[in-house]
């Protein structure tokens, strides 16, 4: 059974850094097309930043120029740069596939607030 475990996440002010990570207990993950999603309060879940197996990167345009994703598979584990935050980052950010198709972790919280 695939888990999903995501950590970094806190409060910080407008313009601010975090980093997230996201170790994944799956088989193969480096052949695995990931990515990070996250969920404001009384929104639809979204697709932030994506990652292919070979390194190719997309965005989502809120967060283009101010995010980066990257991976290591060594340590099956992707990554989450948010720099130049902003409030409307708040949410809670979970890893995924691309899809969405395995049991989303518990996610972590990340709050921009002055």
């Known amino acids: 059974q695939v888990q999903l475990v995501e950590s970094g996440g806190g409060v910080v002010q407008p313009g601010g850094s975090l980093r997230l990570s996201c170790v994944a207990s799956v088989f193969v993950f480096g052949s695995r097309h990931m990515a990070w999603h996250r969920q404001a309060p009384g929104k639809r879940r979204e697709l932030v930043a994506s990652?292919?197996?070979?390194?190719?990167?997309m965005y989502a345009e809120s967060v283009k120029g101010r995010f980066t994703i990257s991976r290591d598979n060594a340590k099956n584990t992707v990554y989450l740069q948010m720099n130049s935050l902003k409030p409307e980052d708040t949410a809670v950010y979970y890893c995924?596939?691309?899809?969405?198709?395995?049991?989303w972790g518990q996610g972590t919280q990340v709050t921009v607030s002055s």
């Open positions: 995924n596939l691309v899809s969405g198709d395995f049991a």
């Open positions: 990652i292919t197996a070979g390194g190719n990167t």
